[in-house]
């Protein structure tokens, strides 16, 4: 979309309010922030050249549905994409309800926007073997040893715990010595317990004893050969060089570890809830998203056996 045109400062002012609360009491992050800035900002500027009238905090209370179907339409022939305009109108009705129990009006009209379809994307999982020589192969390649290991480490988190890349870096010296569970602060702060198995629990206290660098408890566990914070663009140029040497496809990620963890654990009959317990998802909409995956297995998997096929 866009940038957006001037409004009036009690919009502008009303816009930041809400991010605000959003960020103190919601403990949404810094990037969900400036994307919801963005994609409302956004709105407000169609408003006030679709109506040639500045969009102050009252005419916003009026918002029909006419009006949001010319904003999607603009939206769309501007080129976004149906999965960003879904975004940005999550992101507008998210506002409105907040603006709407602030100011006591019906925000019926935006609310019961439809958002586009759209084809999910389905998270592309590792085979069990390749998984497993990705972590082998990490704990190899490098010529120092307390790097191998703790490169080895870091990817034993992200397949054996289904750990985000972010989620692992922000480990610090204090969570040593890795017991049978982790407390994980995953997105919007949430927190989760997540069970470590023993042969990741053993790859992250190799890597701890090897570590050169002395620490407190509040830095790092992870870090890079200067002894500052492992970065993710590092954990990501080391799956990179395992995707070629392995010769797996581009689908092959950092985060592909995490949805490989989930997939193999629904293809040993997990419970689809306690995975999304596992896996920090707020909504089991998003966790559903592996019994696709599944399914698509076991079809293949029909369409092979199968007499008749």
């Not at 989760?192 to 002395?214: G, K, N, S």
């Not at 914070?229 to 689908?251: D, F, H, S, W, Y």
């Not at 998003?286 to 199968?306: E, F, N």
Request: net charge positive; aromatic share 8%.
């Amino acid at each position: 979309m866009s940038e957006p045109a001037q409004f009036p400062e009690a919009t502008q002012r009303l816009l930041s309010e809400w991010l605000a609360e959003l960020s103190a009491v919601r403990g949404v992050s810094e990037k969900t922030v400036a994307s919801y800035r963005r994609d409302v900002a956004g709105f407000f500027s169609f408003l006030s050249g679709y109506w040639e009238v500045a969009a102050a905090p009252d005419s916003l209370k009026g918002v029909g549905i006419k009006d949001m179907r010319a904003w999607m339409a603009h939206c769309r022939n501007s080129g976004l994409s149906s999965r960003s305009l879904a975004r940005a109108l999550s992101a507008v009705k998210n506002f409105y309800r907040w603006f709407a129990d602030r100011a006591d009006f019906d925000p019926e009209s935006v609310l019961a926007t439809r958002s586009p379809k759209f084809l999910g994307r389905l998270p592309r999982p590792l085979a069990k073997d390749s998984a497993k020589s990705v972590i082998e192969f990490v704990g190899e390649s490098d010529t120092d040893e307390w790097v191998a290991a703790r490169d080895k480490a870091v990817f034993s988190l992200l397949y054996g715990c289904g750990l985000r890349v972010s989620e692992a870096l922000s480990l610090t010296r204090g969570d040593l010595p890795v017991r049978d569970t982790l407390r994980i602060r995953g997105k919007g702060g949430k927190e989760r317990i997540v069970p470590v198995l023993p042969v990741a629990r053993q790859a992250v206290e190799a890597y701890a004893r090897l570590c050169p660098f002395v620490k407190g408890d509040d830095d790092a566990l992870f870090v890079g050969v200067r002894g500052g914070p492992l970065n993710q663009r590092t954990v990501r140029t080391i799956m990179e060089q395992a995707r070629k040497t392995l010769g797996l496809p581009e689908t092959a990620t950092p985060h592909a570890l995490r949805h490989s963890f989930a997939t193999h654990l629904l293809e040993a009959s997990s419970d689809l809830r306690a995975i999304q317990e596992l896996l920090g998802h707020a909504s089991i909409s998003t966790t559903q998203a592996y019994t696709a995956v599944d399914k698509s297995r076991l079809a293949d998997i029909y369409r092979k056996a199968h007499p008749r096929s």
